[in-house]
């Protein structure tokens, strides 16, 4: 009988774990630092696939420094994005772009391109960090809508509408007026209705900020 093969969640409690058995071998001098490298890299990797926003950011913080490497720029700038987009965290500007400044002056080149990109006025890219960090849901979110609506006569405007109920939720409001614009004028009156229900909606978010 073959095995279901794992979840990424799972991968993560698997993996997490190997890693914390892995750092108390190598600081009692049990372990490579190749074997250790190893290992941070593998649950790097499948933290930043995961969704679960507060245990990767928990993740992140606690991988941060334990080794200096080129992962570790990484995963400064990771936290620095959090920062920036307070997803799952308290939002700080500041503190957001200091991460990124560190990577950027440990050499990372991503760091580097940000820094001379986004200025204080733009709050250092925060909606862009959030566009980054969200980027894995995203893609599974369009798969998601393009199945379920292949049939629909107007399957592109139907996907607009659910994308855009998932950037409200997500606080994305700037990207979700601009979707709601693509298909404002449309002449279904159920595809009407339902972007001025989002409309009313997004106003009423935009109002409590």
Known sequence: MNKKPLTNEESYDTIYHEYTRAKKKYQQSKLTKEQYYSIRAKLFNVTSASCNYVKV?????????????????????????????????EQDFDKGYRKIVDAK?????????????????????????????????YDKLMQNLNNRYKDENYKNEYVQLGLVKYLIRKEMY????ACLEKIRHHHDENISAQVNTLTLELKNYETRK
């Open 105 to 137: 002056n440990l050499g990372l080149l991503d760091a580097n391109i940000w820094i001379n990109k986004y200025t204080k006025k733009e709050r250092y890219g925060s909606e862009d960090a959030k566009r980054l960090l969200y980027k894995n849901e």
């Open 57 to 89: 950011f928990k993740t992140y913080k606690e991988m941060e420094d334990d080794y200096d490497d080129v992962l570790n720029y990484r995963i400064k700038y990771k936290i620095g994005l959090h920062y920036l987009s307070g997803v799952d965290c």
């Open 174 to 177: 700037n990207e979700a007026q």
